[in-house]
């Protein structure tokens, strides 16, 4: 399927991914940069869990700081009772 595009050039459409094999996934997935964004992911997805299942206090906490971060009038004047390092307290958030 062809459409055309607003400066005149025609594209097709692409419907279908690459098939890929099994052999090919395996290389994939042993790059060494996707290998640390893998086992990255992994740590943090067990430690949220630990928090969660674990830790209710400090989940409580960081519920909480959610909360904060997303109620902008509350964050404006947290951030502005820093006075003068008002600007380093934003940029830390």
Known sequence: ????????????????FPVVNGSQLMKLLFQPKLKWILVICILAGLSFFS?????????????KLYYIL?????LKEIISS??????????LL
């Open 82 to 91: 820093y006075g003068a390092y008002s600007p380093l307290a934003f940029i």
């Open 70 to 74: 997303q109620d902008h009038h509350r």
């Open 51 to 63: 928090i969660h299942q674990y830790n209710t206090p400090l989940w409580r906490k960081a519920v």
């Open 1 to 16: 399927m062809n459409f055309r595009a607003p400066g005149g050039t025609n594209f097709e459409r692409i419907h279908s």
